[in-house]
């Protein structure tokens, strides 16, 4: 009796785990179109997602191409201006040695001109004290001579 109690409560139990598996299993394939709905809107919703995230990321891959270009035009102007700066600074270096050089040869003529007036002037001075030494040894040959006169000439 026991074992008819235990194999009927078995029997029960086994039979109520049974049909809810096979309800659950009616009710699964019954809800599946919703489900499938749902996973298909699950999966527009992700596309979409996606797909703006994919133009939002060709967007910023665009600005980004425009920026580099933006810099490299940039970049080329600052170089044209650099190289620009660079032959301008050679022109001026030049000019600069140019008139260093002029300057430099001015002084030098200056410093000549000032040295021949120098020996020009010593050269009247010398020839001046020679001119009065000659005449002085002129006069005092003839004083010598007409010492006798009293016309005799003295050098101060």
Do not use: C
Not at 47 to 59: D, H, N, P, V, Y
Not at 109 to 136: D, N, Q
Not at 148 to 153: A, H, L, S, T
């Amino acid at each position: 009796m026991t074992a008819l109690i235990l194999f009927l409560f078995s029997a029960a139990t086994a039979a109520e785990t049974a049909s809810a598996g096979v309800f659950d299993r009616i009710k699964d394939i019954y809800e599946t179109p919703d489900r499938l709905e749902e996973l298909q809107q699950s999966y527009d919703a992700s596309i979409k997602a996606m797909e703006g995230q994919l133009e939002e990321s060709r967007k910023q891959a665009q600005e980004l191409i425009d920026r580099q270009d933006e810099l490299q035009r940039s970049n080329e102007a600052y170089r044209e201006q650099n190289e620009a700066l660079a032959q301008e600074n050679e022109r001026l270096l030049r000019q600069m040695d140019e008139l260093e050089r002029s300057r430099e040869s001015m002084y030098r003529k200056a410093a000549v001109a000032g040295g021949i007036v120098v020996a020009l002037i010593a050269a009247y001075a010398l020839s001046v004290r020679i001119w009065r030494y000659m005449v002085w040894r002129k006069q005092g040959r003839e004083s010598r001579r007409h010492a006798d006169d009293g016309r005799g000439v003295t050098l101060p």
